[in-house]
């Protein structure tokens, strides 16, 4: 017959005790998914790289338009420049598809190499995972492209000697849209990163992000009537180019009603990851 003495019950107290400890040292929390998040960003070089080179993009060509640019002359795939201010964010077309695609890499590569499970099995709620990845990549897309936008500006002013409106910095509306243009790009990060966890795949997230960015202000103007003027204005892109506009032409909303727009896009697309996320297996 098996006896309990109190050496045994001392000794199982003693053996659970650290593993209780242990569990709880361990608990995953939403800044703890974010700090793994940032460092799995900064380790991969393509990703350091490819968000210096999108603000590095929109200072380079913002420069060539500005010393190039003049009245008929507008960055290619816009409407003809109506001021300097339009020719320094001429990169911005470039600046979008670099991040657009490397937000699509952020997830996508996770799908198709498996990681992305051993995540969700970690953390235990999927919706931390959007969130972390959402911050990271936005808050970093964010502070690159805004020190470019600074850079771009400056840069462009300084070489620009045509006969289209220029304006510095303290003219109304110049910083609003400067800073504009910084959160712009975190909102292409942004909805990369939403297309990401929709779509599960790197290639087909990339041409959706083509489509929405590129295409779609292209084809949805060729419908007829005024049909189309208002719905290209609400487009991503063409919110964002009312956002970086001081003059606010006809075409574009106004700025702060593309900003509305703009965050409704971000929001919107983020919500329904999120959502895809709880209903659908990894």
Do not use: H
Request: aromatic residues 8%.
């Amino acid at each position: 017959m098996n006896t309990i003495t109190a050496s045994n019950i001392i000794d199982t107290t003693n053996a659970s005790a650290p593993i209780e400890r242990q569990r709880l040292g361990r608990r995953v929390t939403q800044w703890s998914v974010t700090k793994a998040e940032w460092i799995k960003l900064r380790s991969v070089r393509s990703n350091v790289v490819g968000i210096a080179a999108a603000a590095l993009m929109l200072v380079l060509l913002g420069v060539l338009f500005s010393a190039l640019g003049g009245a008929e002359q507008g960055p290619p795939g816009t409407d003809a420049a109506t001021d300097s201010l339009s020719l320094v964010f001429g990169g911005m077309t470039l600046s979008q598809l670099i991040i657009g695609v490397l937000a699509a890499l952020f997830v996508g590569s996770e799908y198709a190499s498996g990681l992305i499970r051993t995540m969700f099995g970690a953390v235990g709620r999927r919706r931390y995972v959007l969130r972390a990845k959402a911050i990271v990549f936005g808050g970093a897309t964010w502070l690159a492209v805004t020190i470019g936008a600074f850079g771009a500006f400056f840069a462009g002013n300084a070489v620009y000697s045509g006969d289209l409106a220029s304006y510095s910095i303290g003219d109304p509306g110049v910083l609003r849209a400067v800073l504009a243009a910084g959160f712009y790009g975190a909102c292409v990060a942004l909805i990369g990163i939403a297309v990401g966890f929709l779509l599960r795949s790197t290639a087909a997230a990339i041409g959706v992000l083509l489509g929405l960015l590129m295409l779609a202000p292209v084809l949805v103007g060729l419908l007829p009537g005024s049909l189309g003027d208002t719905l290209t204005k609400i487009l991503p892109s063409r919110a964002g180019d009312a956002m970086m506009s001081v003059t606010s032409p006809d075409t574009l909303l106004s700025p702060w009603l593309g900003f509305a727009v703009l965050v409704a896009w971000v929001v919107g697309l983020l919500a329904i990851a999120g959502v895809s996320l709880r209903r659908r297996d990894a």
